[in-house]
Nanobody, 126 residues
């Protein structure tokens, strides 16, 4: 059974940092692309970043490129999202999700991801 569990959210001041974790189980890590998404109240879910262990590729939404960094620890079957220089508009529930790896294809479209974990709340406020 594929399971994903996101954690690490919290309350942080503007300009601060957080590190989110996504623990994965029930599938071969290298066969999947792991994506991070977020959803703010009243807004659609949007893609933030994704990583493929198979070829080491990463991809970022324009809104977070240069501020967020995605990485993975194969030994722990865990993907991380480092959030730096946080802004109030980054406030949202953050989710991780998985889709079958496909060489050369990277998407932040949430409809293209098959498996989802529960979210973790990130609040950026002074």
């Amino acid at each position: 059974e594929v399971q994903l569990q996101a954690s690490g959210g919290g309350l942080v001041q503007p300009g601060g940092s957080l590190r989110l974790s996504c623990a994965a189980s029930g599938f071969t890590f290298n066969d999947y692309t792991i994506g991070w998404f977020r959803q703010a109240p009243g807004k659609a879910r949007e893609g933030v970043s994704c990583i493929s262990r198979n070829d080491g590729s990463t991809y970022y939404a324009d809104s977070v490129r240069g501020r967020f960094t995605v990485s993975s620890d194969n030994a722990k079957n865990t993907v991380y999202l480092q959030l730096n220089s946080l802004k109030p508009e980054d406030t949202a529930v953050y989710y991780c999700a998985a889709r079958r790896f496909r060489m050369g294809y990277y998407t932040l479209n949430p409809h293209r991801y098959e498996y989802w974990g529960q979210g973790t709340q990130v609040t950026v406020s002074s």
